[in-house]
Nanobody, 129 residues
């Protein structure tokens, strides 16, 4: 059974960068879409973006487009979220989640939480000077 673990969170100054990792165990991620989500205290969970692992296609929320990049690792069990030009409003607990295994006819991904059936435990990102 697939299991996801996030890592890489921490404290960073505004304008700084962090790279979050989502490590899979139990299965490879070939037939999954991986979404990244975040939730700040008192706010709704927000989709950040997703990657369709079959071909690496990515989609991003407008709030992070041009600053965040989702990528696959060379080994088929890692997905990364590279976050640049971080702002205080990016501070949140970040989660990766898996949608799948995808059926043969499914393609692409959406970063809507209802699509995702397996979640990691989250990693805290704090953006503060």
């Amino acid at each position: 059974q697939l299991h996801l673990v996030e890592s890489g969170g921490g404290l960073v100054q505004p304008g700084g960068s962090l790279r979050l990792s989502c490590a899979a165990s139990g299965r490879t991620l070939d037939d999954y879409a991986i979404g990244w989500f975040r939730q700040a205290p008192g706010k709704e969970r927000e989709g950040v973006g997703c990657i369709y692992n079959r071909d690496g296609t990515t989609y991003y929320a407008d709030s992070v487009k041009g600053r965040f990049t989702i990528s696959r690792g060379n080994a088929k069990d890692m997905v990364y979220l590279q976050m640049n030009s971080l702002k205080p409003e990016d501070a949140a607990v970040y989660y990766c989640a898996a949608d799948g295994p995808l059926k043969a006819f499914q393609s692409g991904c959406v970063y809507a939480s209802f699509r995702y059936n397996l979640w990691g435990q989250g990693t805290q990102v704090t953006v503060s000077s």
